[in-house]
């Protein structure tokens, strides 16, 4: 069964770090992207960021470039995300995702809440 | 924001079919990209609904359909129930945008 499991959410100042973990199995991470993808208290879905399988080649939203980075390790079959220079519209759930042939998402990660405020 | 619109919510009783529309450019579902639509129950995780327009996930009852035509796309669930009482998301790729984008999500409420 294919899993993924998001951690590393909580509470962080504005200004501050975070990163976040999601932990997947049951497919050869390897031959896949990930995405992450979040979603603020009450609003709709919004595409954060991207990874590629095989080169690793990296894809942000406007609204994240220059402040988050996206990894994997591919030996720990993990995908991560660095957050910097949060701020509070960064508030939202994170999920992960695996990303399929004509790049559509599945599945997803249950989710780990990020909250930003002082 | 979001570049593909879909209408804030739809209703119909049980038994019914609604249809979910979703606009986009032509930067986007109009250059070709597929599109695919995710359910998400209440405090879940979005759900693969339909992908590659018209595909359902094995699993999905074929009460749900996809279309594209143009610069839009559409989500059909025929013979309403109440567990599909929940938000419906498109998604595609935005050539412009060099990234993914969903759309604005729909409320599907059974009267």
């Known amino acids: 069964e294919v899993q993924l499991v998001e951690s590393g959410g909580g509470l962080v100042q504005p200004g501050g770090s975070l990163r976040l973990s999601c932990a997947a199995s049951?497919?050869?991470?390897?031959?896949?992207?990930m995405t992450w993808v979040r979603q603020a208290p009450g609003k709709g879905l919004e595409w954060v960021s991207a990874?590629?399988?095989?080169?690793?080649?990296?894809y942000y939203a406007d609204s994240v470039r220059g402040r988050f980075t996206i990894s994997r390790d591919n030996s720990k079959n993990t995908l991560y995300l660095q957050m910097d220079t949060l701020r509070a519209d960064d508030t939202a759930v994170y999920y992960c995702?695996?990303?399929?042939?004509?790049?559509?998402?599945?599945?997803w990660g249950q989710g780990t809440l990020v909250t930003v405020s002082s | 924001q979001s570049v593909l619109t879909q209408p804030p919510s739809v209703s119909g009783a049980p038994g019914q079919r609604v249809t979910i529309s979703c606009t986009g450019s032509?930067?986007?579902?109009?250059?070709?990209?597929?599109v695919h639509w995710y359910q998400q129950l209440p405090g879940t995780a979005p759900k693969l609904l339909i992908y590659?327009?018209?595909n359902r996930p094995s699993g999905v009852p074929d009460r749900f359909s996809g279309s594209k035509s143009g610069t839009s796309a559409s989500l059909a669930i025929t013979g309403l129930q109440a567990e599909d009482e929940a938000d419906y998301y498109c998604?595609?790729?935005?050539?412009?945008?060099?990234?993914?984008?969903f759309g604005t999500g729909t409320k599907v409420t059974v009267l």
């Open positions: 995702a695996k990303v399929v042939t004509m790049n559509w998402f599945d599945p």
């Open positions: 049951g497919f050869t991470f390897t031959n896949y992207g």
């Open positions: 990874i590629s399988g095989s080169d690793g080649s990296t």
């Open positions: 032509s930067s986007n579902i109009g250059a070709g990209y597929n």
């Open positions: 590659g327009n018209i």
């Open positions: 998604q595609s790729y935005d050539s412009s945008l060099s990234g993914y984008v």
